[in-house]
């Protein structure tokens, strides 16, 4: 089993900026081979469908955004923890905030929800305009 958290979200005005974090362990039966292991980060308005975000290669060299945040959030790991750094928040990226890991081994992080294997619980997003 994988274990993933998520901190760092808030209710913040237009402009602002937040940082995200998404903590992830091993179960003790587990052992993952993370060299294709990617990490991304969805998005969930209300009344809307998840939408990626971000995503990278565990292993590194490998980063993929969505178009509405292309130049504008980054996504990093350090250790067993990836962030998601939001500057400029407009009131359009309020949403629950998840990340979600995978193993499959895909060429290139995937980006459609369904290719994710473990779940966060979420962390909620709120900016105000």
């Known amino acids: 089993q994988v274990q993933l958290v998520e901190s760092g979200g808030g209710l913040v005005q237009a402009g602002a900026s937040l940082r995200l974090s998404c903590e992830a362990s091993?179960?003790?039966?587990?052992?993952?081979?993370?060299?294709?292991?990617?990490l991304a980060w969805f998005r969930q308005a209300p009344g809307k469908e998840r939408e990626f975000v971000a995503a990278?290669?565990?292993?590194?060299?490998n980063t993929v955004y969505a178009a509405s945040v292309q130049d504008r959030f980054a996504i990093s790991r350090n250790k067993n923890t990836v962030y998601l750094q939001m500057p400029n928040l407009k009131p359009e990226d309020t949403g629950v905030y998840f990340c979600?890991?995978?193993?499959?081994?895909?060429?290139?992080?995937?980006?459609?929800?369904?290719?994710?294997?473990?779940w966060g619980q979420g962390t909620q997003v709120t900016v105000s305009s």
């Open positions: 979600a890991l995978e193993i499959g081994g895909y060429p290139a992080p995937p980006q459609k929800a369904d290719d994710y294997d473990y």
């Open positions: 091993q179960g003790p039966y587990t052992d993952l081979d993370f060299t294709y292991v990617d």
């Open positions: 990278l290669r565990w292993s590194g060299g």
